[in-house]
């Protein structure tokens, strides 16, 4: 007798885009970012996707999974997530085909939208009779029913094993969850910039953090993300996901006893492709390796380094390929490695940090013909350490020992980033305030502003027991209101994507304050306002000063406790942006949150 083989329940079905987008905006199409890492169609491509539909020509089927044991009739995009997002993107005008726009007027769902401002309708707009024909079109669905997690990651797997739709990295990503993996996931996510709070996304929400070019006004784009704009990676190999190869490769040095080689056949083995023994050897000592080290602190250890990193290159004022190059070699994802890893070891193997950025910046200046990395091929293990050493070697002199003493002292560049970014698709988790100091002029602690952001993290707080989320002091909420800063205090804002930060440095400087006295103030502060016990508590611990480069941002960290927070009689909830305060009527609904 053969192993018994479970048959799932299949659906194959057409249904009309009308129908589909209807379906997109009741919030019923989830996109897994175990598994699907990035939306990456280019403006041309979602262009020619629409004019097919337009031209009646047929399309491949979309793969979706219904979960039999989830609460609500949604489903996990398996397949064709680019088609999708390229539907329900033109329709709500991203953007145009043939110079025009899809008319909202043609459907019910888009007309009601329209009429309650929750769409625009931008011109000119396509013909009438061109959009009717889009909304009716049928597209091809096949929803499969899954009753475990484990069995969309194993379809995911197969039908991308054939190795023409997915590039050679995603291959070994796709349905990979051991820590290796996970922890190269995590840490590319928050390198691009879309990393997200929840690995469960609404395709809507999916967009806001997808690589873009230029030519749509949404998501990140391609030519700013880190390893495009350092002159490490093209926009064609971010496309094919050779960023995640290339810190799965760092990474898989930062953590073994023994630096193995850089080679395809490894990174195969380290995502568990392998089958003989030498690969099954090799995937369980970098599994251990991680889990040892644990994900968490492997992802850590990653930013810490990156951070230094980029306070060399804010301070040479030039790209990485900028500096080490008069002219762009070949291999430089290969010179990266080699001054990576060697900021790795100085950084996190040493304890040490950047104490002089602009020595090193002329240190490494034109240094690539001093580093020594092989052309092409594999890069053996010894020879790598080596080189990494060399570096290591020539940068030293730049870096010291950490100055724990400075409770700002922590660089979160990445990480600040990366909670910036998360804002996008959980807007009721994060806040932003430009600082403590009302900006009339008068240079005075703003105590009601103040009252506000703990009111705020009172809201936050009661999204769930063990929610997270973040209120940012020192992120101005808008250009104009960073441009008050500016004029009130000569500061200039370092501007990230829609985001100003002015810091509060200023602050301190305007009260005659250090910032270890502003911080002590803002900890007494907590300690002795009308927060819930439980939640003062949380906050007065959690709160720390971060440096952006050279601005000092306030984190206050805020998590659900094990019951409703308040601030003196009141409770707060947040409703995407707005700070509203839970009616008598409605405590019971908050309660609820807490039981169940």
């Known amino acids: ?241 050779r960023d995640e190869e290339l810190v799965a490769d760092m990474l898989a040095f930062m953590v073994s006893e023994d630096p193995p080689s850089s080679r395809t056949e490894f990174l195969d083995d380290f995502f568990g492709l392998g089958e003989d023994d030498a690969s099954i050897s090799r995937h369980t000592q970098i599994e251990t390796a991680v889990q040892k080290r644990g994900t968490d602190l492997v992802v850590s250890d990653f930013q810490r380094t990156l951070d230094q990193l980029r306070l060399l290159l804010s301070a040479a004022g030039t790209s990485f390929g900028g500096l080490l190059f008069k002219e762009k070699p070949a291999r430089a994802p290969r010179y990266f490695q080699a001054v990576f890893l060697a900021f790795h070891k100085l950084v996190v193997k040493e304890g040490l940090e950047l104490k002089d950025p602009s020595k090193l910046a002329d240190v490494l200046s034109d240094s690539a013909r001093r580093i020594p990395v092989p052309e092409g091929g594999r890069w053996g293990g010894e020879d790598r350490q080596n080189t990494v050493n060399s570096v290591a070697g020539m940068c030293k002199d730049s870096f010291g020992h950490i100055a724990h003493a400075d409770p700002a002292h922590v660089h979160w560049i990445t990480q600040l980033q990366n909670i910036l970014t998360q804002s996008y698709t959980e807007q009721s988790a994060y806040d932003f305030k430009q600082g403590f100091f009302r900006l009339d002029g008068e240079g005075h602690f703003d105590e009601p502003s103040f009252e506000k952001i703990l009111q705020t993290c009172v809201a936050i707080a009661n999204q769930k027991k063990g929610a997270k989320g973040y209120v940012l002091v020192g992120v ?43 911080f002590q103030l803002i900890v007494d502060k907590v300690r002795h306002s009308k927060l819930s016990d439980d939640l003062k508590d949380f906050l007065s611990r959690n709160i720390k000063p971060v440096r952006y480069y050279d601005k000092t941002i306030f984190v206050f960290e805020v998590a659900g406790q094990e019951d409703p927070s308040s601030y003196g009689d009141q409770y707060f909830v947040r409703r995407g942006a707005q700070l509203d305060e839970v009616p008598v009527s409605e405590l019971p609904k908050l309660i609820r949150r807490y039981i169940a």
């Open 1 to 241: 007798m053969g192993d018994t083989v479970q048959v799932q329940d299949l659906t194959v079905k057409g249904e009309s885009v009308e129908r589909v987008y209807g379906n997109h905006s009741g919030d019923r199409y989830l996109v897994n970012r175990r598994y699907q890492r990035k939306l990456i169609w280019t403006l041309s491509e979602k262009v020619s996707f629409i004019d097919s539909i337009i031209r009646g020509y047929p399309i491949p089927i979309i793969l979706l999974a219904e979960n039999k044991r989830a609460e609500g009739n949604t489903f996990e995009i398996i397949d064709g997530m680019q088609r999708l997002n390229a539907i329900t993107s033109f329709i709500e005008n991203d953007f145009p085909v043939n110079g025009a726009y899809f008319d909202l007027n043609t459907m019910a769902v888009t007309k009601a939208l329209l009429d309650s401002g929750g769409l625009k309708q931008k011109t000119p707009t396509l013909p009438r009779s061109d959009c009717v024909e889009i909304a009716k079109y049928d597209l091809p669905l096949s929803i499969y029913e899954f009753s475990d997690t484990n069995s969309v990651d194993e379809v995911f797997r197969r039908i991308n094993s054939g190795g023409k739709k997915l590039s050679r990295q995603e291959l070994r990503a796709a349905g990979s969850t051991g820590h290796f993996g996970e922890a190269v996931r995590k840490i590319s996510a928050k390198v691009r910039g879309d990393d997200s709070y929840s690995d469960i996304l609404l395709l809507d929400r999916m967009k806001r953090i997808s690589i873009t070019n230029r030519d749509l006004d949404y998501g990140i784009a391609a030519d700013e993300v880190f390893w495009v704009s350092q002159g490490i990676l093209t926009k064609d190999q971010l496309r094919q996901s």
């Open 476 to 518: 101005a909420e808008n250009e104009a209101t960073a441009g008050r800063v500016k004029e009130m205090f000569s500061v200039a804002p370092r501007v990230y994507e829609s985001f100003y930060i002015t810091g509060v440095d200023h602050e301190a400087q305007a009260l005659g304050k250090s910032m270890d006295q502003l």
